[in-house]
């Protein structure tokens, strides 16, 4: 039996009054909380922008999404695609994957777009991240 899937992707800004290494924290917080509601997705970070994708339940990322929106450590959070789809995870085995980048392009360019054509973009991507 396939599994439904609330996908969600945003991007956001590292609030100027935070920290960079605070994204350490970020991701061992994900993890943690991620794994307790089986969520998985990645975040990708760039030494200023954010942008993530998690899947899971739609009762679990709806509460998730709640709790980043407010997170004081990043500013103008921006929903690009939200939907609900059967099928596989994209990161089946990854809680939270994390990918910094040292060029701000692939961000740029994910951050740029929305709907399907931001989703689409991250899946072009994929095989090309070096996450962990």
């Known amino acids: 039996m396939k599994q439904e899937l609330q996908c969600f992707l945003y991007h956001s800004e590292l609030d100027c009054a935070a920290k960079v290494n605070c994204v350490a924290d970020i991701v061992k917080e994900a993890r943690s909380f991620n794994e307790l509601h089986e969520i998985t997705g990645v975040l990708m970070f760039d030494g200023h922008r954010f942008a993530q994708y998690i899947e899971g339940s739609p009762e679990k990322i709806e509460l998730l999404v709640s709790k980043l929106a407010k997170d004081p450590r990043h500013t103008n959070f921006t929903e690009q695609y939200i939907a609900l789809r059967s ?9 939270m994957a994390y990918v910094h980048f040292e060029d701000t392009d692939p961000l740029a360019v994910i951050t740029s777009l929305k709907g399907e054509l931001a989703l689409k973009k991250l899946e072009e991507m994929l095989p090309e991240l070096d996450y962990a």
């Open 87 to 95: 099928g596989k995870r994209l990161f089946p085995n990854w809680f």
